[in-house]
Structure formats: C-alpha cells, structure tokens
C-alpha cells in the first residue's frame, strides 16, 4: 500500500534558476523559496536612470503575501523577499518624523533588529504592462550583519507603506 501512495504522489519538477530565467519570470508561475511553493501574482517595475532596474515580484503562497525583490545593475543581481509591515508598528513616530523632515532616521530599531540607512533612490514604479509610471522616493536600511533589509516607500501622493525582510540567494529560488 505504501508504494502505491508513493506512486500517486504529484512529482514536482524543479529547474534551476539563473540570472536571466530569473528575469524572464511571468506572471501565474511558481516558485519554490524558503520550502514553501508561491505563485507569482503580479509584478512591479521600477526604473531609477542610469540603466538601473528592478522589480517586486507580487508572490502568494495561498496564507501570505510577499514581495521578491530583485535588483539588477552593471556588475550586481542582489535578490531579497520581504513582506509588508504597518508604519506604526515600526515606529509609532516614524510617518510624523518623515511628514516633517522628508526623510526617515538615519537608524530604525524594529523586533531587536538595529536597522542603518543604506541609501535613498529617487524613480518612477508601474504594474507590469501598465502605461503610466509614478514617481516614488524608496530609503533602504540594512542591519549591520548585511542580512535583513527594511524599506520605506513614499509615493508622489504621499503615501508611505513599509516592509521588511532579508537578503536571500539566488540559489534559494527553484522554478517549478
């Protein structure tokens, strides 16, 4: 009976990500990261000059949302997956701070983690295959281990809307 079961079960084929399938990922495919399967539901582009890109891949694991951040430029693919978080739970005082100042602290302190600002890049945003892009300012904090990552976005309306999570390998990452 055991074998029998073994037999049934759905084999999932897995291929090996590179840095251009990666790149060429469509909306509707799966991935496998961090042992679980997350189908990607959306993609955001963002352009900052200079020949700079990246992109948010919208993932879905069916329980969370989460974003696979992927930035390319001349020498570097740096790859991180992070999820939203509330404002206010970072920093009850950290939207005022920025409403004021228009820009955050030079250090956020969020569950024990110790936060440094990285830098702010000034570009423009849109869903894949939209016609019109909007203008956003994005400050990125990382811990001092290189590791974790915190980012603030401030949109042309104001907006700001904060996530937070790590730096990850591009071999973490299995197309299915």
């Excluded at 189908?39 to 963002?46: D, G, L, S, V």
């Excluded at 302190?109 to 110790?114: D, F």
Aim: aromatic share 10%.
């Amino acid at each position: 009976m055991r074998i029998i079961n073994l037999l049934r079960k759905k084999t999932q084929h897995k291929h090996t990500v590179d840095e251009s399938n990666l790149l060429s990922i469509e909306v509707d495919k799966t991935i496998l990261l961090n042992n679980k399967t997350w189908k990607i539901k959306k993609i955001i582009e963002y352009t900052w000059g200079e020949g700079i890109f990246s992109y948010d891949y919208i993932i879905d694991d069916g329980k969370s949302i989460a974003y696979l951040g992927i930035e390319k430029n001349k020498d570097n693919l740096v790859l991180s997956i992070k999820s939203d978080v509330n404002i206010d739970l970072i920093d009850s005082t950290l939207k005022i701070h920025i409403q004021k100042n228009e820009v955050p602290p030079r250090t956020i302190n969020y569950n024990g983690i110790q936060f440094y600002f990285d830098r702010e890049s000034v570009g423009k945003s849109k869903i894949e295959n939209a016609i019109d892009w909007t203008v956003l300012t994005v400050w990125e904090f990382i811990d001092n281990k290189n590791k974790n990552v915190l980012t603030i976005e401030q949109y042309s309306d104001k907006e700001i809307f904060c996530s937070i999570g790590c730096i990850i390998s591009i071999s973490e990452i299995s197309i299915i």
